[in-house]
T-cell receptor
Framework: KAGVTQTPRYLIKTRGQQVTLSCSPI?????VSWYQQTPGQGLQFLFE???????NKGNFPGRFSGRQFSNSRSEMNVSTLELGDSALYLC???????????????FGSGTQLSVL | DQQVKQNSPSLSVQEGRISILNCDYT??????FLWYKKYPAEGPTFLIS?????DKNEDGRFTVFLNKSAKHLSLHIVPSQPGDSAVYFC????????????FGEGTQLTVNP
C-alpha cells in the first residue's frame, strides 16, 4: 500500500511569508504527527492530530499551526517565516497514535523548506 | 533540555564487524524506546524497539539493550554491512504522550567495505 506522502518536496520562501505543507497518511491511519528536523537537533515534535483534533503539541511558537481533515490528510502552516524555520519537515502516521509494541510511526520523505 | 542524547555524531566501522550506537536519556517517565534509520532524502524508518519492562530485544542482526538504572540504551548491529550506512536516531516515548516521540540528535554510521 502507498506510504506517507508529503508535498511539496522542496520549498523556497522569503522571510515574512507563510507556507502550507501537506501530508497524506497511509490509508486507514487516523493519527498524523509533524516533526521538524534541523542539523544537529534531531527531530523536534510539532503536533499530533487524531480524528481532526489536535491531541498533542510541542514547544513551538503559535506561528506553527496545523489541521486535519475528515479523510485524515493533514496540513501544516507556518506564518511570518523566519530564517530559523529552514528545516526538513516530516510527517508521520499511525493507526491510533500510540507508540506501543504493536504500533509504529511511518514517516514520509519530508518537505525541505528554505527561508531566504 | 535535551532529554535524549546521542553523544557520538558519527561512527565508522569495517564491514563484518560490530557497530554499537549509544543513547542516553534523562526522563524517567519514558517507557518505550525505539531506533529509526534514515537515508538521505528519505524519511526515518523504524528499525527496532524495546519496552521498559525488558532489557534486550533482538531482530536479526539488530539488538537493542536497555539499562534503566543507567538510563542508557544501545543498538548493536552484527555483522555490519555497507547498506547499514545511514543516520540512526534513538527515540523515546511515554505511554500517555501518544505518538509524541523525543528524538536524539542522530549518529551517522558509515560501514566501510
Amino acid at each position: 500500500k502507498a506510504g506517507v506522502t508529503q508535498t511539496p518536496r522542496y520549498l523556497i520562501k522569503t522571510r515574512g511569508q507563510q507556507v502550507t505543507l501537506s501530508c497524506s497518511p497511509i490509508s486507514g491511519h487516523r493519527s498524523v504527527s509533524w516533526y521538524q528536523q534541523t542539523p544537529g537537533q534531531g527531530l523536534q515534535f510539532l503536533f499530533e492530530y487524531f480524528s481532526e483534533t489536535q491531541r498533542n503539541k510541542g514547544n513551538f511558537p503559535g506561528r506553527f499551526s496545523g489541521r486535519q481533515f475528515s479523510n485524515s490528510r493533514s496540513e501544516m502552516n507556518v506564518s511570518t517565516l523566519e530564517l530559523g524555520d529552514s528545516a526538513l519537515y516530516l510527517c508521520a502516521s499511525s493507526f491510533t497514535g500510540t507508540a506501543t509494541t504493536n504500533e509504529k510511526l511511518f514517516f514520509g520523505s519530508g518537505t525541505q523548506l528554505s527561508v531566504l | 533540555d535535551q532529554q535524549v542524547k546521542q553523544n557520538s555524531p558519527s561512527l565508522s566501522v569495517q564491514e563484518g564487524r560490530i557497530s554499537i550506537l549509544n543513547c542516553d536519556y534523562t526522563n524517567s517517565m519514558f517507557d518505550y524506546f525505539l531506533w529509526y534509520k534514515k537515508y538521505p532524502a528519505e524519511g526515518p524508518t523504524f528499525l527496532i524497539s524495546i519496552s521498559s519492562i525488558k532489557d534486550k530485544n533482538e531482530d536479526g542482526r539488530f539488538t537493542v539493550f536497555l539499562n534503566k538504572s543507567a538510563k542508557h540504551l544501545s543498538l548493536h548491529i552484527v555483522p555490519s554491512q555497507p547498506g547499514d550506512s545511514a543516520v540512526y536516531f534513538c527515540a523515546a516515548s511515554e505511554y500517555t504522550s501518544g505518538s509524541r516521540l523525543t528524538f536524539g540528535e542522530g549518529t551517522q554510521l558509515t560501514v566501510n567495505p
